[in-house]
DNA sequence: TCGCCTCCTTGATCCATGTCAAGGCGCCGC
DNA sequence: GCGGCGCCTTGACATGGATCAAGGAGGCGA
């Protein structure tokens, strides 16, 4: 039968499409971890050891100094972080910062780099899920290069939401200060332009938003193409 | 004896490192191509036919619509562009316009595809060439979104530099219009911030650049971590 | 229950960058 | 040489978002 970490790897985008024997030969190497909300995984400039997949729970990406932080992007179950440096064997350019506790799958790098040498299958994985990542960080530049900070909201609440009609309620994946600064504003700026937002159907409470109407939100955002 | 186009392959970095027998494979299906200064490679919204891989003169890529365009990066001989929605087969997310005459050398996506899938080499190499990219994105987040216009502009400057220290002069990448929304800023701003940057050793002649020190710029920069 | 701490909100003000408008300057065709 | 056209620069002004400063509101330990 498949040895007993199999099943976690499969809930990883990463690994699920995998076939067995890869799959096999890579459960062997990985491990599981648990983490605590607001811990680090690893922080800027350190050496690649793990590639990390997170089963439950998630983390926020942060680049740059204490107090000028620059939030990447908001990892959750599922998704694989740091692929790049892992690969490349350089050091990582930002730090993972729980935002819940959790559970992630750690595969050591040098091993994962070994199997990307000898394994198609593995080799051709990483490159569709490093694509995925490059288009998620592309559409990053363009919309901080061309939109205003209202529109970015609206988008990221968007981009959220699990449905693309209708109405839709949804948690932020971490606090508003990470979310402000994921969007490239200040905690302050967010907070007004949430305000802003009401009369766009957006209501929020704590860190659960309500948006009315997802088609009322997105005119907001496509008045302006890109 | 190789294929004729092989010595092309040779200078991509995409395709340099690979065995006889890929390039070989790689050579038979690609084409060279001329294009002319500020003729578009492709549009944004395009579905892929192309891997493009510049032996000669570069492009620009930008993102969104006219009058709101966001330059994403300048690309040059060596390197190569596309490859994430070739793999996928998603449309483009940013069109690319030549910045000078030049000649690239086209991989059909289907065909890269089918390598990808079957050749572990072409594979790792297209992760390895994907991975550098991503984190040249990351560090270009990073930097949009903790340092202001000044800082932004001494960090480019350095970064097209040949050397690391000492005087240094280089021609811009492309025009100021792009460099400025490489930059995340209006051409005025950049004309503004470039005479800014007089103080700090920095003379501008059209798109030639003169640095006298870059050590003096890197302080800049530097004097805010990240 | 109280007090403290952290996160968030709100208001007042400031400043970097955007916007609008007017030239300058080089390039090219005639 | 002249006119026209892009590209860039410059100046005056507008504004989005940052900054500074002051509370509120919930959570948590004692």
């Known amino acids: ?19 067995a024997a890869s799959l096999t030969r890579i459960a062997e190497v990985a491990g599981l971890q648990r983490f605590s909300n607001h811990g680090f995984l690893f922080r ?16 926020v990406l942060v680049g ?22 892992a690969i490349l064997g350089l050091p990582y350019l930002v730090s993972a910062r729980a935002t819940s506790d959790g559970q992630a799958l750690l595969v050591p790098a040098s091993k994962l780099r070994q199997f990307i040498e000898d394994d198609v299958a593995v080799a051709a994985q990483c490159a569709r899920v490093l694509s995925r990542h490059w288009r998620g960080l592309i559409s990053q530049i363009k919309e901080i290069k061309t939109h205003g900070a209202a529109e970015r909201l609206a988008h990221f609440l968007i981009s959220q939401a699990d449905k693309v009609t209708g109405s ?9 200060k990470e979310v402000a600064t994921r969007l490239g504003i200040k ?17 929020s ?17 496509t008045s302006i193409p890109g």
Chains 1, 2 share one sequence.
């Open 44 to 59: 800027e400039g350190e050496e690649p050891d793990f590639i990390y997949s997170f089963i439950e729970g998630g983390i």
């Open 205 to 221: 409470e704590g860190d659960s938003i309500r948006i009315a109407s997802l088609e009322r939100l997105s005119a907001l955002v």
């Open 187 to 203: 905690p302050e700026t967010l907070s007004r332009t949430l305000k802003k937002l009401r009369e766009y159907g957006v209501e």
């Open 1 to 19: 039968m498949d040895h007993p970490r199999v099943p976690f790897l499969k809930k990883v985008a990463l690994y699920s499409g995998l076939p």
């Open 64 to 85: 740059g100094a204490d107090g000028h932080e620059a939030v990447i992007e908001f990892f959750g179950p599922g998704e694989s972080v740091l692929l790049p440096a």
């Open 168 to 176: 839709a309620t949804l948690i932020l994946p971490g606090m508003k």
